[in-house]
Every structure is written in structure tokens, then in C-alpha cells.
């Protein structure tokens, strides 16, 4: 069984920091990269940010670059997504992603090129 489970979301005043982490079982620890996504309220799902195990690099989307930062254990295949800065407007459910196999094109941004996903993680960034 495929599984992927986040935690570390919570309520955070703006300018605050938060740490999310996503680890990965059974068919899912055997994914070759790993990714966040997030669904604000009333808003499609959007690409936060994706890192590679087999040379495809980082990726950030444009609203976060220089705010979060992504790291994540090849052995332990786990992501953590490190968000300072916070702003009203990240506020969103955060989801955990994996893509299983490396095919042509695979755009890490697209929701559609991955395999797994969590179940979320709420980050309310409030006053």
C-alpha cells in the first residue's frame, strides 16, 4: 500500500515559519521525486515546490521562491518544505506528492504527473 502522510501544519501569525514534512511508505517510497502542492480556499490546486532524486533539480513556483526552501532524505524518502516569510495568502491545505516513474516530459509543476498523494495538512496563516 502507497502512502504518503504529511504533518507539521498549524496556525502562524504572518512572518512567522513553519516546517512540513511528508514521509513515504510502501509503494510510495519507491518514488524518484517528491513534490507540495497546496489549495487555498475557493482556489484550484496550485504547485508549490519539487525535488528531484534523479538529477531533475528543484523546482520552486514564482510566489514562494526566496520564502520556502525544500530539502528532503533520498534514503529516508522524505521532504520537508521549510516556509518563513508567511503571508496571509498562504494560507491553504498542503499537499504531499510523489511521482513513482520517470517518464518523457514529466513536468514536476503538473499535479497530473504524480502517482501519490497525502491526505493534507492545513497552514492557516492568521493575525
Known amino acids: 500500500q502507497a502512502q504518503l502522510v504529511e504533518s507539521g501544519g498549524g496556525l502562524v501569525q504572518p512572518g512567522g515559519s513553519l516546517r512540513l514534512s511528508c514521509a513515504a511508505s510502501?509503494?510510495?517510497?519507491?518514488?524518484?521525486?517528491m513534490g507540495w502542492f497546496r489549495r487555498a480556499p475557493g482556489k484550484e490546486r496550485e504547485f508549490v515546490s519539487a525535488?528531484?532524486?534523479?538529477?531533475?533539480?528543484?523546482h520552486y513556483a514564482n510566489s514562494v521562491k526566496g520564502r520556502f526552501t525544500i530539502s528532503g532524505d533520498n534514503a529516508k524518502k522524505t521532504t520537508y518544505l521549510q516556509m518563513n516569510g508567511l503571508r496571509h495568502e498562504d494560507t491553504a491545505v498542503y499537499y504531499c506528492?510523489?511521482?513513482?516513474?520517470?517518464?518523457?516530459?514529466?513536468?514536476?509543476?503538473?499535479?497530473?504527473?504524480?502517482?501519490?498523494w497525502g491526505q493534507g495538512t492545513q497552514v492557516t496563516v492568521s493575525s
Open positions: 506528492a510523489a511521482v513513482a516513474y520517470i517518464a518523457a516530459g514529466i513536468d514536476l509543476s503538473v499535479a497530473g504527473d504524480y502517482d501519490y
Open positions: 525535488i528531484s532524486w534523479s538529477g531533475a533539480g528543484i
Open positions: 510502501g509503494r510510495a517510497a519507491t518514488n524518484i521525486a
